[in-house]
C-alpha cells in the first residue's frame, strides 16, 4: 500500500506543552484522517480532512491537510495526562480500495 | 457512527487451534474490514468482507489461514486458523458507511498464542 511516514515516533513531554506531530507521503492522498488509540482500545477518529489546505480544529487539537496533498500535521495545545496514547495518521489506500494506510503511530507521554 | 461490539475481547489460546472473532455493527455498512495489529506496531489490512462472496485479501494473508465471513450488511467473523505464537496480536474490524466522516473501529480482540 502507499506509505505513510509518521515522526516523531515517541514523545514525552510535561502536562501543558504543546505537541506536533507529522505524516508525509510519496503519493497524493486525497484525505487525512487523525486517530488516537488507547491501550486495549481500537482507534479512535480524532479529525478528519478532506480538501488540499484545510485547517481543522477539534477543542485543542489542530489538524492540516498540506496544498501538496502528501502531508498533513496535528497539533495538540495545553497537553494534559489524558492525551496519552498513541496517535496514528491514516489515509484511504487507491490499492485497497477503501481500506486505510495507516503510519507507524507517535507515542504520546505526558507527566504531569 | 456506527457502533461496533467486537467479540471476544481478547483470548489465550494453544498452538494449533483456531479462533473465530465475530463483529457485529449496529446499522448496515458498505464496507467492512480486517486488520490486524501486531505488538507495539502500527495496524495492516488484513482483507475486506464483502457481503455475500469471498474476501478480498492483501498481500501475505491467505483465504486458508483467515477464512472471512460477511453473511449480512450488519456482521461479520474472522477465523485465524492453526495458530502459532506468531500470530499473537490485536484484530480489529473496521467499518464505513455512507455519508461517514471516517472509519469506525471496534475495540479489538487481543489474541495470545501459547
Known amino acids: 500500500g502507499q506509505q505513510l511516514n509518521q515522526s516523531p515516533q515517541s514523545m514525552f513531554i510535561q502536562e501543558g506543552e504543546d505537541v506536533s506531530m507529522n505524516c508525509t507521503s510519496s503519493s497524493i492522498f486525497n484525505t487525512w484522517l487523525w486517530y488516537k488509540q488507547d491501550p486495549g482500545e481500537g482507534p479512535v477518529l480524532l479529525i478528519a480532512l478532506y480538501k488540499a489546505g484545510e485547517l481543522t480544529s477539534n477543542g485543542r487539537l489542530t489538524a492540516q491537510f498540506g496544498i501538496t496533498r502528501k502531508d498533513s500535521f496535528l497539533n495538540i495545545s495545553a497537553s494534559i495526562p489524558s492525551d496519552v496514547g498513541i496517535y496514528f495518521c491514516?489515509?484511504?489506500?487507491?490499492?485497497?480500495?477503501?481500506?486505510?494506510?495507516f503510519g507507524k503511530g507517535t507515542s504520546l507521554l505526558v507527566t504531569p | 457512527s456506527a457502533v461496533i461490539s467486537q467479540k471476544p475481547s481478547r483470548d489465550i489460546c494453544q498452538r494449533g487451534t483456531s479462533l473465530t472473532i465475530q463483529c457485529q455493527v449496529d446499522s448496515q455498512v458498505t464496507m467492512m474490514f480486517w486488520y490486524r495489529q501486531q505488538p507495539g506496531q502500527s495496524l495492516t489490512l488484513i482483507a475486506t468482507a464483502n457481503q455475500g462472496s469471498e474476501a478480498t485479501y492483501e498481500s501475505g494473508f491467505v483465504i486458508d489461514k483467515f477464512p472471512i465471513s460477511r453473511p449480512n450488511l450488519t456482521f461479520s467473523t474472522l477465523t485465524v486458523s492453526n495458530m502459532s505464537p506468531e500470530d499473537s496480536s490485536i484484530y480489529l474490524c473496521s467499518v464505513i458507511t455512507t455519508g461517514e466522516s471516517g472509519y469506525t473501529f471496534g475495540s479489538g480482540t487481543r489474541l495470545t498464542v501459547v
Open positions: 491514516a489515509g484511504p489506500s487507491s490499492n485497497s480500495g477503501y481500506a486505510l494506510n
